[in-house]
């Protein structure tokens, strides 16, 4: 509120005003005696394109294509067959008969889209049983554009891994398996695919989570990934940095259909155990006790006099089994299985 016409008559000198400085950074200097901050907050990792590996792996992944021979009950919604009259009209409104398949239409094809990848030059490819099921016939088509007629060695619906083998001409570009025991959560992941038809599309992200259970199986232990994965990129590999196969995308939650940052992938440990199984014989064979097993919650700990709320209840034992003949009755609780701790049912199995 003073006059800007009055002299400015408490201004420090400037041998004064050097002392203030002084004080000041002598004020401050303790702080020169903190920890240090972690080295990555002090220098910033400089982010590395995708690029090269992109085009390392990219030749190597594949777009499935199935078709399986329309039914009135496949059809479903498609075609009409199982819909309430009201919501049947609101469909042929917006949807007219010519682009929708009928239930009783003679011929209809029923064509599916998935991603697959390339691990042998002559012609081995993963993707996911969904992709394929119940198909009638199953082309592969390559990142050039060629497409091959492909045989089903085998499949898998309780890990949705299949196996598919085409006749290349010569030798076809191919991708590793990598170690997904050793993803972390928040380590970076790229998908390759063909979501929504549009082959050879890339999205990248983190992995989000491990060893999730979405209950789409008895042996769910999915890496959730947050990279954007849609329809048609099932069966699709997901890379870590090195361009390793991780995982095999499988499936997404959405309230939408369509990607919201949660999708998932069969982990490459998982996945190659099945894929080398399939690769045998065509089938996979699994280990067998012979048990009906449940959760051991809070209150069946409790009763039980256990201490903690872990391991696998034996609900049933099945006759001329091996959990039989190692006496083995309900009610006792599987702890551990070869040295490995059973902390919920899911390990066991």
Known sequence: ?????????????????????????????????LPALPALAQAPVAMQSFAPLVEAAKPAVVAVVSEIEATPQANGIQGFGNMPPEMEDFMRRFFPEERMPRPDA????????GSGFIISEDGVIVTNNHVVDGANKVSVVLDDGTEYKAEVVGTDDRIDIAVLKIEPE???????????????????????????GLDGTVTAGIVSARGRDIRSGPYDDYLQVD??????????????????VIGVNTAILSTSGGNIGLGFAIPAEQAQMIVADLLDDGM?????????????????????????????????????????????KPGDVILAFEGSEIDEVRDLT
């Not at 003679?106 to 889209?113: I, Y």
């Not at 954007?228 to 590999?237: K, M, V």
């Not at 064979?285 to 409790?302: F, L, M």
């Open 170 to 196: 010569g030798d076809l570009p191919t991708v590793d398996w990598g170690d997904s025991d050793a993803v972390r959560v928040g380590d970076w992941a790229v998908a390759i695919g063909n979501p929504l």
């Open 227 to 244: 990279a954007a994965i849609n329809r048609g990129n099932s069966g699709g590999p997901l890379f870590d940095m090195n361009g390793k």
């Open 284 to 328: 996979v064979q699994r280990g067998w006790i012979g048990v009906s097993i449940q959760p051991v919650d809070k209150d069946i700990a409790e009763s039980l006099g256990l201490a903690d709320a872990a391991g696998a209840l034996v609900a049933e034992v099945m006759p001329d089994s091996p959990a039989e003949a190692a006496g083995l």
């Open 106 to 113: 003679p011929g209809r094809v029923q064509q599916g889209l």
């Open 1 to 33: 509120g003073e006059d800007a016409n009055q002299p400015e008559t408490n201004m420090p000198s400037d041998k004064t005003l050097k002392s203030v400085l002084v004080a000041s950074a002598v004020a401050v200097a303790p702080m020169a005696t």
